[in-house]
């Protein structure tokens, strides 16, 4: 870890943490005594990872969306901090993606055993992204997965993608609360990869639970947001 973050609206309440930790389990365990605005992140050698306590005013299956905002939040830092030439797109649900290869992607903490329809007293979005490859690691092994340092970030502060995220995460919520859940729906579709099982079909984001549905002459396909991440361990 090379140092504290930049300075961040005093909204924010960091937490940083050692590279042996976890910075959403850290921001789940620490929601309920410090609430909204604690920001757990970490520098490790390997990875750079970052988590923020939000105090939903929706109910549970509604909030959730707040992961793809997370997610689209760590592409805006990734594009305004890294090389011009870079493209940066989402894959469903929340994979974070630089030259056609994944490179983190974003996570969520929910309450444990909170119903659907219920308002949680605390949410926890966030992302995790590779630094490096670990030690031994051979390019071009997994030709589909690759680390900041081989993209061009090797010059950038860690701690700069995790500010810069926090800020554009701030802004995507702001936005949100003032024009509605179909402008952040919006830039979330904008950025998302059209993989094979989607081609052909118009895409919307369901406002009442972040779910991506499929419309084809045929009819419409639902894809669960919340299951997609169970099944992403995000």
Do not use: C, K
């Given at each position: 870890?090379?140092g504290g973050?930049p300075?961040?609206?005093s909204l924010?309440d960091p937490?940083?943490?050692?590279?042996?930790?976890?910075?959403?389990?850290?921001?789940?365990?620490?929601?309920?005594?410090r609430?909204?605005?604690t920001l757990t992140?970490l520098?490790?050698?390997?990875?750079?990872e970052?988590a923020?306590?939000l105090?939903?005013?929706e109910?549970?299956a509604?909030?959730?969306?707040a992961?793809?905002?997370?997610a689209?939040?760590?592409a805006?830092a990734?594009?305004?901090?890294g090389p011009?030439?870079?493209p940066?797109?989402?894959?469903?649900?929340?994979?974070?993606?630089?030259?056609?290869?994944?490179v983190?992607?974003?996570?969520l903490?929910?309450p444990p055993?909170f119903?659907?329809?219920?308002?949680p007293d605390?949410?926890?979005?966030?992302f995790r992204a590779r630094?490096?490859?670990?030690?031994?690691?051979?390019?071009?092994l997994d030709p589909?997965?690759?680390?900041?340092?081989?993209e061009?970030f090797?010059?950038?502060?860690?701690?700069?993608?995790?500010?810069?995220w926090?800020?554009?995460?701030?802004?995507?919520?702001?936005?949100?609360?003032?024009r509605?859940?179909?402008?952040?729906?919006?830039r979330?579709?904008?950025?998302?990869e059209?993989?094979d099982?989607?081609?052909?079909a118009?895409?919307?984001?369901?406002?009442?639970?972040?779910?991506?549905?499929?419309?084809?002459?045929?009819?419409?396909?639902?894809?669960?947001?919340?299951q997609a991440l169970?099944e992403?361990g995000a």
């Amino acid at each position: 870890m090379r140092g504290g973050l930049p300075p961040l609206p005093s909204l924010f309440d960091p937490v940083p943490l050692g590279a042996g930790e976890d910075a959403r389990a850290r921001a789940m365990a620490l929601a309920s005594e410090r609430g909204g605005g604690t920001l757990t992140w970490l520098a490790a050698p390997e990875r750079v990872e970052a988590a923020l306590v939000l105090e939903p005013e929706e109910p549970l299956a509604a909030a959730r969306a707040a992961v793809l905002a997370a997610a689209n939040a760590f592409a805006d830092a990734l594009v305004v901090l890294g090389p011009p030439e870079i493209p940066v797109t989402l894959r469903w649900p929340a994979g974070i993606v630089l030259n056609s290869a994944v490179v983190g992607d974003a996570t969520l903490g929910e309450p444990p055993g909170f119903a659907e329809e219920a308002v949680p007293d605390w949410l926890v979005v966030g992302f995790r992204a590779r630094w490096r490859h670990p030690p031994g690691y051979q390019p071009g092994l997994d030709p589909g997965r690759t680390a900041l340092a081989e993209e061009g970030f090797l010059e950038v502060p860690p701690e700069e993608l995790v500010a810069g995220w926090a800020r554009h995460l701030m802004v995507s919520f702001a936005e949100w609360q003032a024009r509605g859940f179909p402008a952040m729906a919006e830039r979330v579709l904008a950025r998302l990869e059209v993989e094979d099982w989607m081609r052909g079909a118009r895409r919307g984001l369901d406002p009442a639970s972040g779910d991506l549905i499929l419309r084809r002459d045929g009819g419409e396909t639902r894809h669960s947001l919340a299951q997609a991440l169970a099944e992403a361990g995000a």
